[in-house]
């Protein structure tokens, strides 16, 4: 079944010295699977998810030929629309943990208030399910973490705050926007399972957007392989050895594999036509 649907999506962005095309007439469909979209920086993953969660910043202009969440138009709904939509039927990690917690409230306020703002719960069950999905994400500590504000704890704590945060409606889409890359290598492990055993428990979507090629295609069903703005490939992960765009060739290439000695390392291959 399809849970999010886009058609030709593009993000502008109007300055000074003319238009920047972030995201170029993207199409794709998302089912309950996990789908990465890979692609060096700057070539537009992040617009792609803000875009799909109503959160491109001024000025930019969305524009598609269509874009609906299980049957919701995303491009005609309206501020009221995105209140009961975003934090409870779907929800995004920002890139950088440290924009998405408030800083002067504490953690488990906010895992609370975000609950009582889409659900009607008492104190007391927002508090126990707040603890509980503290404890879903490996607090050790859930009753501790609750009672600390954001700068008390490590990067690691903070992003798995974070991710309590916006599964505890319980989403059904979920965009995890490079939800590791601040972590060192156990830790992000760790999140990825917690991620992989919530869309397994729950049926839940996930777009999951990383520059890391191998990461995705160990964690993910389906790659998109976005370039300037652009979608270049679209395949199944247990595909990506018969990748055929050179670009996504390339990154392939310049994956190190263990036990293999290359000298020189592949230089990545950048060519104008790709991004035409
Ligand atoms: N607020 C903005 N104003 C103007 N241009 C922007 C704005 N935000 C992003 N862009 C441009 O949009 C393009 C795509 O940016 P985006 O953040 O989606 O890249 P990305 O693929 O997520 O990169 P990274 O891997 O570095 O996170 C970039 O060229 C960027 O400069
Ligand atoms: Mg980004």
Known sequence: MTLLAVRNLSVTYPTR??????????????GRERLGIVGESGSGKSQTGRAVMGLTPKPGIVRADAMTFSGVDLLNAGPADWRTLRGSRMAMILQDPKFSLNPVMTIGRQITETLRQHEKVTKKEARQRALAMLEAVQIRDPERLFGLYPHEVSGGMGQRAMIAM?????????IADEPT????????LEVLGI??????????????ISHDLRLVSSFCDRVIVMYAGRIVEELATADL?????????GLLDCTPKIGEDRHPLPVLERRKEWAA
């Open 17 to 30: 010295t003319g238009l920047i095309e972030a995201v170029r007439g993207i199409s794709f469909d998302l």
């Open 166 to 174: 916006m599964l505890v409606c319980g989403p059904e889409l979920l």
């Open 181 to 188: 890359s601040a972590l060192d290598v156990t830790v992000q």
């Open 195 to 208: 991620l992989d055993r919530l869309v397994r428990d729950t049926g839940m979507g996930l777009i999951f």
């Open 241 to 249: 050895s018969h990748a055929r765009h050179p670009y996504t060739r």
